[in-house]
């Protein structure tokens, strides 16, 4: 997890305001795909905005976090001054969503290194388990304004 509270620069990532949530996320993904159209479904308050990583703003967004532009391993999320990846990402979500999903923050009682490593063994494989699209689906016209 990356702290951006002490650093201005946050009010220059691109198509990023201070305040807002980014999910960034593996488009061709099918694990990746599915995760979005659940956060659709259950973040009634809209507080996440979403952005493939293959997408120019999300190519825009790695590039200004010096991050891997071609090599995905995780999904980040941006917000309240911080960048989340891995189990972090995944329990900052939780954090955000109603109940009954954040009641999922009680497995952060494991060690993150277990955690991670959990995720990592499904991130590597999730295109063998899950299945992987030739492109990035597009939004639902309703959902439009949820993406960069």
């Not at 999320?77 to 995944?90: L, M, N, T």
């Not at 991130?123 to 699209?133: P, T, V």
Request: aromatic share 14%.
């Amino acid at each position: 997890m990356r702290n951006l509270a002490n650093d201005n620069s946050v009010n220059f990532i691109p198509h990023i305001e201070r305040d807002d949530h980014l999910v960034l996320f593996d488009g061709v993904c099918t694990l990746c795909n599915h995760w979005c159209a659940f956060l659709l479904k259950f973040d009634k308050q809209q507080t996440f905005k979403l952005a493939s990583v293959q997408s120019a703003k999300g190519q825009e967004i790695l590039k200004y976090l010096e991050m891997p532009t071609n090599d995905f391993e995780t999904m980040l999320v941006i917000g309240e001054y911080r960048i989340y990846s891995k189990s972090d990402a995944f329990f900052y979500v939780m954090s955000k969503l109603p109940y009954p999903w954040k009641i999922l923050q009680c497995l952060q009682i494991f060690p993150r290194s277990l955690r991670n490593y959990c995720y990592d063994k499904i991130a590597r494989n999730r295109y063998k388990i899950f299945g992987k699209k030739d492109y990035c689906a597009l939004p639902n016209p309703a959902d439009q304004h949820r993406f960069l």
